[in-house]
Nanobody, 128 residues
Framework: QVQLVESGGGLVQPGGSLRLSCAASGFTWDSAAIGWFRQAPGKEREGVLCISSSDGSTYSADSVRGRFTISRDRAKNTVYLEMKSLKPEDTAVYYC?????????????????????WGQGTQVTVSS
């Protein structure tokens, strides 16, 4: 059974950093690309980053480029979302998700319909 479990969320001041983890079971990272999404209060869920398992290529939303990075630890079957220079507008519930393919597909990586399994989410609040 495929399961994704996010952790690492919390309260952080503007300009601060946070690292989220996504631990997987029921499959290995080599078999699927992994995406991070977020949903802010009153807004639709949006794509943040995706990492392909085929070649490690990554894709990111304009709003986080240069501040957020995605990486993976195969030995731990875990994907990380490193967030720096956090802003209040980054406040959201963050979700990791399993893509149906090993590739993110650059032009469509943010389409939620391409992801088959989702974690329960972890809250990130950026506030002073």
């Amino acid at each position: 059974q495929v399961q994704l479990v996010e952790s690492g969320g919390g309260l952080v001041q503007p300009g601060g950093s946070l690292r989220l983890s996504c631990a997987a079971s029921g499959f290995t990272w080599d078999s699927a690309a992994i995406g991070w999404f977020r949903q802010a209060p009153g807004k639709e869920r949006e794509g943040v980053l995706c990492i392909s398992s085929s070649d490690g290529s990554t894709y990111s939303a304009d709003s986080v480029r240069g501040r957020f990075t995605i990486s993976r630890d195969r030995a731990k079957n875990t994907v990380y979302l490193e967030m720096k220079s956090l802003k209040p507008e980054d406040t959201a519930v963050y979700y990791c998700s399993k893509h149906y393919s090993t590739r993110c597909y650059g032009s469509t990586w943010y389409l939620q319909s391409r992801y088959t399994h989702w974690g329960q989410g972890t809250q990130v609040t950026v506030s002073s």
